[in-house]
């Protein structure tokens, strides 16, 4: 079992940046390909970034592109997503995944997950 905490979130004005991180525990981290979702009230949790096993591979969603940057330190145990530039539909609650494998978009192919930090941006 892999146990993710994520920290960073907060409110910041448009433009502004954030360092997202997601510590992990009871697992090898180097085998998990790391996860970046966020969901918004009464939508679907939706992709935002991932990172392989060793950091040689990242994936990002089309929005976030150039903007976001998500990256792992092994020895740490920890992903974080850089996010510079932040725009209001930002806004929502990133939680942080993990599986085993080849990396996926899809959030039912993610066994491990964090509780959750609420990033607000204000316009």
């Known amino acids: 079992q892999v146990q993710l905490v994520e920290s960073g979130g907060g409110l910041v004005q448009t433009g502004g940046s954030l360092r997202l991180s997601c510590a992990a525990s009871?697992?090898?981290?180097?085998?998990?390909?790391m996860a970046w979702f966020r969901q918004v009230p009464g939508k679907d949790r939706e992709f935002v970034a991932a990172?392989?096993?060793?950091?040689?591979?990242?994936f990002y969603e089309d929005s976030v592109k150039g903007r976001f940057t998500i990256s792992r330190d092994n020895a740490k145990n920890t992903v974080y997503l850089q996010m510079n530039s932040l725009k209001p539909e930002d806004t929502a609650v990133y939680y942080c995944?993990?599986?085993?494998?080849?990396?996926?978009?899809?959030?039912?192919?993610?066994?491990?997950w964090g509780q959750g930090t609420q990033v607000t941006v204000s316009s």
């Open positions: 995944a993990a599986r085993r494998g080849v990396y996926s978009r899809n959030r039912y192919e993610y066994d491990f």
């Open positions: 990172i392989s096993g060793f950091g040689g591979s990242r």
């Open positions: 009871g697992g090898a981290f180097s085998v998990y390909i």
